[in-house]
């Protein structure tokens, strides 16, 4: 299950969010070729990663801004572009370019620093664009809590494209992040999932002055939190998938 579009469209292009695109996949390829060689994979995230281990020691301080610009594989950069895709738009145009991508920007370190409290002795490298798109995806849920998100659900044989409204897809996919960081060990391998946490609680936190501006609760209330805008409209009801007839 993971969403594909929003009914949410945005009142001007999103530079920023596809410049932040572009940079990150420009950059994954740049060093592409080293997943062939580890060593050499190893020795460049040593370079640019987030290594919780090193910024407690006071070094590799750097890697908090350096890490949200690299991937560890296709499935990681894609998965991550999809989400900054469907939901940086939206900030964007509510907070104006420059604003928007410092509030980027912020909530990535921010994330970076919650997985370095979380594990400050930890060796492992860590990288994504994750910590920095939770920010977004938690300044998305404070502004438009019942937008429409179209998910993709697909069970072996059987999917369809269901809309549900964002509060419920966030709501889940923030508790998840919650559970895996109470289950991870410090230390291991896998999902950044504190960072992940820290940066969409910071997304939340420094989207609180654009939700006051435009009337807090008032605002919810005037719109039912929905967004203050028609909402774009997608056939998301079929799947037009051929029927075939019984054979006799």
């Known amino acids: 299950m993971f969403p594909i579009r929003d009914h949410n469209p945005s009142g001007r292009t999103p530079y920023v969010t596809y410049a932040l695109i572009l940079a990150n996949v420009g950059i994954f390829v740049s060093y592409w070729g080293l997943f062939s060689n580890p060593r050499a994979l190893n020795a460049f995230f040593a370079d640019y990663a987030l290594i919780p281990a090193l910024v407690t020691q006071g070094d590799g ?18 998965g991550n572009m999809l989400f900054l895709f469907i939901f940086g738009d939206n900030i964007e145009d509510e907070m104006g370019h420059v604003r928007y991508l410092g509030f980027y920007l912020a909530c ?3 994330a970076g620093l919650a997985q ?3 594990g400050p002795l930890s060796p492992v490298p860590t990288v994504g664009a994750s910590g920095a798109i939770a920010g977004v995806m938690g300044g998305y849920l404070l502004l438009y ?10 069970l072996i044989v059987f999917f369809k494209i269901l809309p549900i409204p964002a509060w419920l897809l966030l709501a889940v996919w923030f508790g998840l992040q919650i559970y895996g960081g109470f289950g991870a060990r410090a230390g291991d391998g896998g999902v950044a999932y504190w960072a992940h946490a820290g940066g969409f609680i910071a997304g939340l936190a420094l989207t609180v002055p654009a939700w006051l501006r435009k ?19 997608y056939d998301s009801a079929r799947t037009h998938i051929p029927r075939t007839g019984r054979r006799k």
């Open 61 to 78: 301080v750097t890697g908090l801004l350096t890490s949200m610009f690299l991937h560890g594989g296709l499935t990681h950069l894609a």
């Open 108 to 110: 990535g370190l921010i």
């Open 215 to 233: 009337g807090g609760p008032a605002y919810w209330r005037r719109t039912d939190g929905h967004p203050p805008h028609p909402a774009g409209q």
């Open 145 to 154: 809590p019942r937008a429409r998100v179209d998910i993709f659900i697909f």
């Open 116 to 118: 370095v409290v979380s």
